[in-house]
């Protein structure tokens, strides 16, 4: 448990940080696109470093699919203490990876009060996934949406190369 | 270990992000003071908010000495998975806690190469303890030493009141 609150509250900390520090900034207009985007390269980049560890003792995958149940099961536990409660997919390349109770949203209030901010707290998370599948050769787009929280679905499109 | 490297991962990139943002602001002059103290401050809320989760069902504390133990032990050993490996004062306020194998400076090579760069990765850690005390009641300066990699020594000279 201890863990996770550490992490919750480092997390909580960045997005406080990178938000802040774009309000002081002057281009105000671009301000959420350049924090989300700021937020998703750490996440990449964490994303990457956690699943080159995770892989390490790992045999190879077989294909996309069950690279994306690695990710749900494995990796996503390692990180959240649970699994992603649902994978989806319409086996074209797009895979839909639904939390029911998502860590870094279960500390908000769960009317809707707060659900305009929840995208601040998805982006290094989004980051992380699309880091972990860069890795393991998976190129892609991650994006999350809430529509009730603290659940989550995070939608990836692998590119086809 | 997992967790660990979460934390380690997340912590460089919150160090590198400081650091880079403020490379590209005019205030050059202030960079390196700026940076510690923005880090410190963000170790200082994840501390404070940590040591409430720790201490709820703990025993209050008989003295300063006491808390500071508890600093040593237990909540050094759930965020860095080992205790403080000495711990030295003065009975005057003054507390000196050296970690041998510091986990944010394992990662370094082991020579003086970057030994000038081991300030940044002790700023959030100071600031972890300087919060964990200020919520037990004690204020006092944190500060930190690197002589040799990976050890290190924590100073902590708390403000009689």
């Not at 002081?24 to 985007?37: A, G, N």
């Not at 998703?40 to 069950?66: H, N, W, Y």
Request: glycine share 6%; aromatic share 10%.
């Amino acid at each position: 448990m201890a863990d996770d609150v550490l992490f919750e509250f480092l997390h909580m900390e960045i997005v406080g940080h990178v938000y802040k520090e774009q309000a002081t900034r002057e281009d105000i207009d671009k301000e959420r696109v350049t924090c989300v985007s700021t937020l998703e390269a750490m996440g990449f980049r964490v994303g990457q470093g956690l699943i080159e560890r995770f892989t390490k003792d790992c045999p190879s995958f077989k294909d996309d699919l069950d690279i994306m149940k690695f990710v749900c099961k494995d990796f996503w536990s390692t990180i959240f203490k649970k699994q992603i409660d649902n994978l989806r997919t319409n086996h074209q390349g797009t895979f839909v990876l639904q939390d029911n109770t998502f860590a870094l949203l279960t500390q908000f209030s769960i009317g809707k009060q707060y659900l305009e901010d929840a995208p601040k707290y998805l982006a290094f998370s989004c980051g992380m996934i699309r880091g972990a599948l860069s890795n393991l050769g998976l190129e892609g787009v991650v994006t999350a949406e809430v529509s009730v929280m603290p659940s989550c679905k995070f939608q990836v499109v692998i590119q086809k190369t």
